[in-house]
């Protein structure tokens, strides 16, 4: 047992394979934030308890658990919450269709109410019985309780009982292995250490807080202009345009070059959005076409599979690396554009077989198939990052893979589902383990599923209409084929003003927002987090999985269409409905409604909550008029961030804590010299 | 490379495991009958041709394809049919939800149209890809043919062409393993061949060929009997009623004891039905509970973990097989029960992760889960098989898992999930692979989904009816909790006269099917096919997932519910509408309808179908009263098989082989002494 970071100690088992999460890693632990953590004396487990088994399957390790030892975490988990009681198997897969472990992002990473982590650093499809099956024990026949008849599945569930608490880690194809334990000593300090120790928490530029809409696949450069155009004249608010397959002259797979016949002029179209004051965003995977001027370059660097038709980099190796991002430096981002959407990086075992590079694939680092599955979204977006890195411009990106010590990546996860409950689950789990999740708008049932939904994206961390397979945006035609058949609803301009209304609530929160990422990039705290996150201790918490905290003061409780009411748990403390300002005491489940320009929110007692005017787009030198608002009395300062937005200047203390009191001063502390906030009059 | 049997070549590498299909196989190859086989002169393939490369996930064998390779099989597939550009996993689990290979039954052996098979002799989650995968080629750039930009699947899929045509194996956690090469010279005769080397296809008892209906889970003594007597009321024929959990004092897990309270008087249960020509089948699973009369023996001879608190025993060792086997023996079959239904010996990975036993057990034989789950069903079956074989007894039971090497098993694969066209699928599919598999009957959403799910279980190898979460008929009530309500249709009279029509079509196939069983357990041929088996060299069979042939001259081509008319292609021939009798040439699709009271079944030219007076159930004296039915002219004469339909004397040569000419005329030769067919007046 080592320590290799303040609180957390490495077990290493026999002969750990070459290729490992940490290996591979991106950025450095944060050590010296990490030691300003509570001291954490002792590791929590003693492996002298556990039992370690090397099988023809691979390696399997035992831990016993401690009966109030609650599970959450591995990753972007869709399914399910509590992994107690559950078996995962972290599989990379874009299609998670039952609770399996199937993700976009699977995570080797566990944490438990009773505030420790266990981190397994491997690149395999490791497999976490969490308390799930039970060993046949001695006195199986005395314990064996009266059962009635099962005929369904409820029945029988109805009759279980755990009689032991295990925590069994196999990891497939492998003799030997690196744990890491992650100390608390409570759960949202094992969460940050973990994050500290991938780096920190990410920064995105500021504008990335905004409003994200990706155009349809099929516009020209003409239609696109068309659409930033109507955005702004309708006044809703937009920061990032996306484009999609469309910009290119070949996808699947990708040349990365613009398509003359449909983007004749990229530059004027990168300058004139610019002005108009939105951000470019462009989508592509990472599967080259031969046609792409990468191509050959890539080849000897590259999976042994092809993917549709195009290779596949090894990021791991420095030539496919290097040529991946100066190309699209060169290309891409040194023209101004501000990001990219890193499509299909994960796989996706239940649709086509050869969607992606099968698993028994060969890579010229080594790897196999599924090491580099687990691998390839973080190195693809370390890649394509390096290239803002290299201008000192941050971005704020989209990613479809991700895995263990991704945290300061600036990339968001996103998904073709689109079921409303697991994507709102997403945003409850994606911060055990250093992710970030957005609960994207595509199509809608009715308005007001398209309403929910919006509403529930635009307290996430990206705020993203997803229209790239509608012509319209989908308040003016909820149904896609009516969409882009061009038939618009009668009444659309209700519906857009019931959008407006959620995007406005997500550009009064920027600042509040901005400042929860900061903390995220100084201490690792995740600005969306599960209750059970900060009240470990209530039991009550365990199953919440369609409401989270948003940054320390703001609970969110999404309302799903055809849903009249819902029930919301209010822990501990006083809570004062953000919208009627009523005050519930904590520690109860309420029933609330919502009309429909209403996202329910409960404030903590005593935050004063500094709400900007809304403006239509974020630039560098935006200023935001706040209007503090006080929930309850004796309010307790606010805090906000204040930097430049889209550099890493703020690494060299570029960077202002301000300070605003309930008594309506606004004081700052640091070296950046530009104003962001000032009072609205 | 070494000839293991007539026409099969076995080619090892490597150290194969210890525990494989053939070790664990309960009956011996059909050495002799395999020997009338076409001889085969060569080995389909040169291993020279091969790669094989060991990983750190197991072993690869990489083997070139011809052009015109088309495969099939990889045991029940009910997601697709053909699987050239496919890749499969070969996981056991009984909620297939998607196109993956996991299976109730997944079978490592895949059967070409070029007339070979490749038999993968290995417990393990074999990864087959069937030409799915495309490796990097030198000429990728030449071949990149102009594509459009894909904004949906089908786009996508529009743009792909295979430019090499290779069979990628995968088999996990190996150092090696056996593959063996099965010659045809065409695909039913690989397919023949395979059966027989696996030790023939199964000959079910002749009752397990009439109707089945299985009573609700919570009757009791009175109300199975009330039951038993409403279906003779009615003149529903049904030879076997099957009891579901509530016979025993506990399940889940099982004790196999009957339940005092529920069933005061078991013998006289078996007796009284068994007077009304009934035979009981009764549930269970192998998870045997604390309370169970054999658990105490079972505990040392049980895998590590346990199953809904039941033991799961090893029936590779010996004394967990006859321990299971002689309680079986001597509680139940020596009292009459006729056969088993044996649940839950696959897994369910998608439902709870704990229903089954996990992958990681260890079991006493040194299995682990994995390879214990692929070999689970076939020793499960052989246990009890083995039970009715004491006493020269054929069964026909049902499982919910097999493997390789398990058609001389008369054991009917069933399914908890209940898509219809998956169901029908799974006839097309399930003879390529030595298996056996019902498209039962339930619930249904309408009194027309209803008939035509009956109707396509009618023409499969169980037509069972599996009421066992109904308390009434379903077509008394097609709802489920309507039907539980007791709240019966205005109309089920009406209903239940379209099902019968049904039933009696089953009963009137009786000595057809029978014959056709027979050959399948003579010659290996499986008793219905898909029909890329008989016609091979056809493409326009290649696809054809939801018609099938039934014995060697009716053509099935199921209705299903909502849709008014169905393709059906007819190959080369001519052929009879089994109803109206209009003639149409082959190498044509097709555009039938059918009323309700009808299944689209099309019979070849110059057959002499017998067609029997339907009886409402089959006994050992059942004599089968023939109404030969003549399509075309010049009919070839029909061939039946006559024997006492229970035991194994037909091993011993106390059988028939029954002539019937088109001119009215019975012959049989043989050394059986009794008669089972004559001629209608």
Known sequence: MQVIAPGIWQWTIGQPEEHTPTRHRAFEPCLKTMAQLPKIEQCPFDPANFKTKPTKRGLQIEIPLAESDELYGLG??????RQTGKMKKLAVNSDPVADTGDSHAPVPVIMSTNGWGIFVNSLRYVTFQCASNQKVSANAKAASAENDIAINTEDLYAQKQLSEKLLVIEVPHVEGVEVMFIGGPDMVNAVKRYNLYSGGGCLPSLWGLGVWYRAFGRFNQDQVMDMAKHLRDRNIPCDVLGLEPGWQTKA????????????????????????????????????????????????????????????????????????????????LVSKGITGFKLDECDSSDFVYSDWSFPLLSEFPSGMDGEQYHSLFGNKYMQCIDSTFRKHNLRTCSAVRNAHALASPFAFVLYSDLYDHKDFVRGVVN????????????????????LVRRIQAAMLSPQALINAWYISNPPWKQIDRTLNNDGQMMDNWEELEAHCRVAFELRMQLIPYLYAAFAEYQQT??????ALVMDWPNDSETYNLDSQYMCGDDILVAPMFAGEAHRE???????WHDYYSGKVYDGKQTITVTATLDQIPMFVKDGTLLPLAKPVQHIETDTVFELTPRCFG?????????????????????KFNTVTLTA???????GDFDQVRYVLAD
Not at 300 to 305: C, F, I, P, R
Not at 633 to 653: I, S
């Open 76 to 81: 972007l988990q869709l399914k399910s919450h």
């Open 252 to 331: 699947y797979s990708c040349s990365y070059v613009w398509a003359d016949e449909r983007f004749p002029q990229p530059q004027k179209l990168i300058d004139d959005t610019k002005a108009m004051g939105y951000k470019l965003n462009l989508w592509e995977h990472a599967f080259t076409h031969p046609t792409s001027p990468i191509y050959d370059e890539l080849k000897d660097v590259s999976g042994e599979y092809e993917v549709w038709k195009g290779l596949v980099p090894d990021f791991t190796i420095q030539k496919a690396f290097d040529t991946f991002a100066n190309y699209h430096d060169e290309q």
């Open 430 to 449: 994606m911060g055990f383990t250093g992710l970030l999740w957005t609960p994207e708008v595509r199509h809608a049932t009715s308005p007001e599923d």
């Open 524 to 529: 690792g705290k995740p600005p969306f987090r």
């Open 568 to 574: 919301v748990y209010l822990p501990e403390g006083r």
């Open 633 to 653: 009395e004796n309010c307790r300062d606010a805090k906000l961030y204040e930097d430049d937005g889209v550099t890493f200047d703020h690494q060299l203390g």
């Open 663 to 669: 008594n309506g001063k606004l004081t700052r502390e």
